[in-house]
């Protein structure tokens, strides 16, 4: 079992920053981390996804370019740095891990990931 835990969510102007950790705790060894979010009225979706190594990673076309995934494992921590904040990044942000034997996959399908945060949320005001 792994439970996560998100924060770092809150309100922010439009262009503004914030940086969300994921907290790992259980057994913590090798797990794909993902970052999904989830608007009022709307499905859960991919937002970015990083390897247990590291070395991999993938993003939505929305966050190109703006969000940075990236993980500390001796801190069980994966993070979500987001620059250039959008009204339309407003919502719920979850963290989502799945154990894998590869330390190099990675994965932007909700259905991969076994485990979930409880979700943070992000409110961006034009």
């Known amino acids: 079992q792994v439970q996560l835990v998100e924060s770092g969510g809150g309100l922010v102007q439009a262009g503004g920053s914030l940086r969300l950790s994921c907290a790992a705790s259980?057994?913590?060894?090798?797990?794909?981390a993902g970052w999904f979010r989830q608007a009022p009225g709307a499905a859960r979706e991919f937002v970015a996804t990083i390897s247990w190594s590291g070395r991999n990673t993938y993003y939505a076309d929305s966050v190109k370019g703006r969000f940075t995934i990236s993980r500390v494992n001796a801190k069980n921590t994966v993070y979500l740095q987001m620059n250039n904040l959008k009204p339309e990044d407003t919502a719920v942000y979850y963290c989502?891990?799945?154990?894998?034997?590869?330390?190099?996959?990675?994965?932007?399908?909700?259905?991969?990931?076994?485990?979930w945060g409880q979700g943070t949320q992000v409110t961006v005001s034009s």
């Open positions: 259980g057994r913590t060894s090798s797990y794909v």
């Open positions: 989502a891990a799945r154990r894998d034997y590869s330390s190099n996959a990675y994965y932007s399908d909700r259905n991969r990931y076994d485990y």
